[in-house]
């Protein structure tokens, strides 16, 4: 187990202590948890649950029992008194224990400045009445926290960047750690369009078919504004699908033929499982349509879930990818 000895890690080892290992898991998980939260608030239509009050819930410390309430309140305790509080430990960890790791100390100033950031972003969305470039930019900021964990995570394990490229890097997969980072690019940019999409009126439901908007020729580039927009957020997750898929396949592929070396288990069990995922969440938004209009809350509050699950541990290939390694690298057997 690696010790921090004056806010550095000790010579020779990597990472960090258990206890903030196990801080930094705990943050992630909240992290997560309240993006899934927020999701349910936005299938069930709770974002004005408590009304246009903030902090307060229809003018009480408590809500009324009513679901969109609760739902609407849970969220903001969940913000306030659980994900707030670790990101803040998670800071005064850093601080006390790594604040000479950058690899620490800036995910977690990062990660504070953004959770505080995304609380005043929170509070303009109930009193703004749900603008729509208010919750988008909540939701980037919310994903932006999201990355911040996950990259502590990461070097809570790895304990920063290495200086080379990696040793397993060989044939077509040096390429892997850049285009991990292309793709983690394209997935912000997905996520981006899909809360467009479900902000923008009743866009969500301007195309009735999938794969295509329609049966017809049209379907392909419909006519009308809310049309289009809908299959923009289809072109985004395609052009990204495609990217992300190239990405991944590099991350769990033999680097080279008889070069006896193959990507760390950790890279290659983490890209099958954001391969397995994507593919889920696309699905799950196909599924959407499928079910029709009514019948769909429990499968949109699976996609944008997935849609978190898929960006954290494609955050986590790319920070993985340009970590310091930990073991040798393992040979083909």
């Not at 408590?50 to 609407?72: F, H, M, R, T």
């Not at 960890?93 to 953004?114: K, N, T």
């Not at 939701?139 to 080379?164: H, P």
């Not at 009735?208 to 049209?218: A, D, F, K």
Request: hydrophobic share 55%.
């Amino acid at each position: 187990m690696a010790v921090a000895v004056s806010g550095r890690f000790q010579a020779g080892s990597l990472g960090a202590d258990s206890w903030f290992r196990g801080l930094a898991w705990a943050t992630t998980a909240s992290v997560f948890g309240m993006l899934v939260l927020g999701g349910v608030v936005r299938v069930t239509g709770s974002g004005l649950g408590c009304g246009d009050d903030w902090p307060l819930c229809s003018g009480q410390w408590l809500p009324p029992l009513e679901s969109k309430a609760i739902i609407e309140y849970a969220h903001r305790v969940a913000a306030s008194f659980l994900v707030g509080p670790l990101i803040f430990a998670m800071f005064l960890g850093a601080w006390l224990r790594y604040r000479r790791e950058p690899w620490i100390i800036w995910p977690s100033v990062a990660a504070l400045v953004l959770v505080i950031v995304q609380a005043l972003l929170g509070g303009l969305t109930v009193t703004t009445e749900l603008s729509g470039h208010i919750v988008l930019t909540h939701l980037a900021v919310a994903e932006l926290t999201m990355a911040c964990c996950v990259l502590l995570l990461v070097m809570a394990y790895r304990g920063g960047i290495r200086k080379g490229p990696a040793s397993w890097a060989v044939g077509r997969a040096r390429r892997f750690p850049g285009l991990s980072l292309a793709a983690v690019g394209a997935l912000f940019l997905l996520l981006l369009s899909g809360s467009y999409l479900t902000n923008t009126a009743s866009a969500t439901w301007a195309c009735q078919q999938w794969p295509l908007c329609s049966n017809e020729w049209g379907g392909l580039f419909p006519g009308g504004k809310l049309a289009m927009i809908h299959m923009a957020h289809r072109y985004v997750a395609l052009l990204a699908g495609l990217l992300v898929i190239y990405a991944l396949h590099l991350g769990f592929r033999h680097p080279a033929a008889g070069s006896g070396q193959r990507q760390p288990m950790v890279i290659r069990r983490l890209a099958l499982a954001a391969l397995g995922l994507f593919a889920a969440q696309v699905m799950a938004g196909a599924g959407v349509i499928w079910a029709g209009f009514g019948q769909d809350t429990e499968l949109r509050g699976l996609h944008l879930a997935l849609a978190s699950g898929v960006w954290a541990v494609a955050v986590a290939l790319a920070a993985l990818s340009y970590s310091r390694e930990s073991n040798p690298p393992a040979t083909s057997g």
